[in-house]
């Protein structure tokens, strides 16, 4: 038999409630994978020889809830080193204050505890199942179930293991239910990202903006109003915090423009430029399709500016040999600062479209700036 008091019954009857709504209103194809911790049963029913139980019912509603529901499910090696390095003892990691803050830890979304103690007689033990909503920070639901020492025992497992992912229901999604939308290919979680993006440059600003060349001009990247720059950089997620990536890569950068003279002349620019750049991110929405994330970086840049002014005597002619020059070209490295938001949407499990804005700061060493950039492009998961 279920036991439960009546005020966890009102409960949990309302988070469903609140549940179905949220899916109907915002349709299962926005929803993030739900992240679930299992922890090991634990036998504290006064008989050591019963220490085998543990493991097999830990399996069986394992395998159950796997076969019925799509979730994300966190290693058990990765919450057991979290809980050894937050001092949770073995013995006190099926407690609910254990579940409910080795889920805060590993930034669950759903726990899954459970005890087995001492029955009404010496040939039964009672399985104890707690569900635990981590964002609410609560024990929705518990099952209390009675488990006969005989030969059908294992059967009986197979039995509790199917109570559990009843009462699960109501808070996981179906995995057939997201086969019928075409999202069961997308639920595994890729964690490396390559991202190949084509981006225009505008809206510059610098303190030493050239717009009329002179003998001492600074013309850096800020001084083209339109650049185009091509990127190819790579993600890889959950680095530390399921939410937080690391990210690096190269790009290229061209641009043309023509600047006015004091001789009331145009004078015709060119850029290419190329960078490396490297930083980390914040995945600030996550869903099974489509995530938005906000990356900040640090690189290098290495700016290469060519001039055509052949056609102006002003400054073309050369004072040592008095003759005409042209292609005038110069370098400089600058340190760029990347700070920009994306948003990225899978067309099918590993093809990605990229969309997003950045805003770059370069400093040379006596010219600063930045350009706000629009970024669109393809990636590939994997």
Do not use: C
């Amino acid at each position: 038999m279920t036991k439960r008091s009546e005020g966890t019954v009102g409960r949990g009857v309302s988070y469903t409630w609140a549940v179905s709504l949220f899916l109907l209103s915002t349709g299962i194809w926005a929803q993030s994978l739900p992240r679930v911790l299992i922890l090991d049963f634990k036998n504290k029913s006064g008989n050591a020889s019963l220490g085998y139980l543990e493991g097999s019912i830990t399996d069986a509603v394992t395998t159950e809830m796997k076969k019925r529901f799509t979730f994300a499910e966190t290693p058990a090696e990765q919450w057991k080193a979290v809980a050894g390095k937050n001092y949770f003892f073995e013995n006190d990691l099926s407690t609910d204050s254990a579940a409910v803050n080795l889920g805060l830890l590993t930034s669950q979304d759903v726990v899954v505890t459970g005890n087995i103690v001492a029955g009404k007689n010496a040939s039964q033990v009672t399985v104890v199942v707690g569900i635990f909503d981590i964002g609410q920070k609560k024990k929705i639901e518990e099952l209390s179930l009675p488990l006969a020492l005989s030969a059908n025992m294992f059967a009986d497992i197979e039995k509790i293991a199917v109570k559990v992912s009843d009462t699960a229901a109501s808070i996981l999604p179906n995995k057939d239910e997201w086969a019928r939308k075409g999202l069961g290919d997308f639920t595994a979680k890729l964690r490396q990202h390559v991202l190949f993006t084509t981006s225009l440059g505008v809206l510059p600003f610098s303190s030493n903006k050239t717009t009329e060349l002179s003998e001492r001009s600074v013309v850096s990247a800020e001084s083209f109003d339109l650049k185009v720059n091509l990127q190819l950089h790579y993600e890889i997620d959950q680095i530390w915090k399921r939410y937080l990536f690391v990210w690096g890569g190269g790009g290229v950068e061209f641009g043309s423009q023509k600047f006015n003279t004091s001789a009331g002349d145009k004078v015709s620019g060119s850029m290419f430029s190329w960078e490396f750049t490297g930083g980390a991110g914040l995945r600030l929405i996550e869903r099974v399709r489509w995530r938005v994330s906000l990356m900040t970086g640090l690189g290098v840049y290495m700016q290469g500016v060519k001039f055509d002014y052949s056609s102006d005597t002003v400054f073309a002619l050369n004072s040592a040999t008095l003759g005409l020059e042209s292609g005038k070209s110069a370098s400089a490295m600058a340190i760029a600062a990347p700070l920009g938001a994306t948003f990225s949407y899978r067309l099918t499990p590993d093809v990605s479209v990229v969309a997003g804005a950045i805003a770059k700061a370069r400093f040379f060493q006596n010219s600063q700036g930045f350009s706000t950039y629009f970024m669109l492009g393809a990636g590939y998961d994997f």
